[in-house]
């Protein structure tokens, strides 16, 4: 149950981030307040808010839960979902760099879990 709680958080953070990249992309967001706060109060950075706030809520929930030296680093496991949902979702490049950075955080998170 508390892996499920896990990947519920993560997904939300996962899910939040990409409704931020959708909404920035379809706004005029521009340094001064009127743009900031249209920019905010937009339906998908406002649906963007909302998500991410539900997955920090949730997030306390994992901290309950889980050792932090094991939440967090696993926590880094939506950097590699996010890098490959911006590649399928946003046309994103996906070089042979990134996928060895993101081979990294992968062997990093195994040997954590594993060390548990």
Request: with cysteine.
């Amino acid at each position: 149950m508390k892996f499920i709680l896990l990947l519920f958080s993560m997904t939300l953070a996962i899910a939040g981030q990409m409704l931020f990249k959708k909404g920035i992309e379809a706004s005029t967001l521009a340094p001064n307040i009127g743009s900031i706060i249209k920019t905010i109060f937009s339906p998908m950075v406002f649906i963007a808010f909302f998500v991410y706030g539900v997955s920090a809520i949730s997030w306390l929930f994992v901290l309950q839960k889980f050792p932090l030296s094991i939440a967090y680093p696993a926590l880094s496991l939506t950097y590699v979902f996010v890098v490959i949902l911006s590649f399928f979702l946003l046309k994103e490049p996906l070089t042979s760099f990134k996928v060895i950075g993101l081979t990294c955080i992968l062997i990093g998170v195994y040997f954590l879990f594993k060390s548990s």
